[in-house]
């Protein structure tokens, strides 16, 4: 039987409670977006308690910009490490900073994994583990129980299932890819405000990746139908498969896309001012 989403929160609050350390994966495209600071203050908060910040999917993101995130994020009190499961990346001096902070006297120490849905947690603690254990998939929400695995002697890990927390709001979840595409009631729309998100944060990009000129979302949906030979009996556009297509080659990687430092630096600038 399918879990509800709050039963997700609590095992998340459980498994924090039961570890010395707390790994929060977030996505190196939305550093700032994908953080879920509920979470990481109930870590920071408690004395026994240590957080790392695995800033995951760098391999999508120029070296620059992950540098500037590295440093705004280090600024602000956190401990990051950037890291790619995917290529492999700085995996082995995470696992070694997940034993490091752990209080001195533990031998044993327990870390638990955390963040939104699809961040790539599980794909993380698989390349810790050396072996796939921990299922993944590109379906957000994938993991739906706590698991916890044996990495090696002194460490064990829980993976948990991707967690939301109301400081996000929908049209960033259609960004984050945090959301099941076939699950939603109207996913030619979500793939719409999925176009306008992009537009914000790459403009141009669209085009410039699928070579289709566009005004408005839906335009750039109908084109894309088009361009991909996406057509119902009798010859009409099938918009339907052509926005889950188009949202999968997203959710993929397909489309480079990020978090500017710099805009976000200028907002937390104002924000202190006021
Ligand atoms: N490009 C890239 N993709 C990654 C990386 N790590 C994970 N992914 C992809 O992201 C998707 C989600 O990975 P999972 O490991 O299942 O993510 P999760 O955080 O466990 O997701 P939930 O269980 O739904 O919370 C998969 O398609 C992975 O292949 C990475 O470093 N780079
Ligand atoms: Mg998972």
Redesign the pocket.
Known sequence: MPQKKRDFAKIVRNMIRQSEVVCE?IDGRFPSLSRVRKYENMVLRNPKKSLVIAM??I??VPDKVVKKWKKILKEEGLNVIAV???ERLSTSILRKELLKVAPPETYFVTACFI?L???????LINILKGRASAP???I????RAEQVLRITTRLRIFDT??VLTKNINPNERILLGTYRWDQLADHVKASWVLVQGIEKYNPGILTEVYGIEYRSPPEFIEKFAEKRHRRKKGGVLDIEAAASIFMNEYIQ?KIPIWEDPETYLKEREEQEER
């Open positions: 994966v995951n999917k391999d999508l790619s499961a995917r963040g849905p699809n961040t790539g947690k599980s794909s993944v998939a590109p957000p929400g994938y993991t299932p991707g990687g």
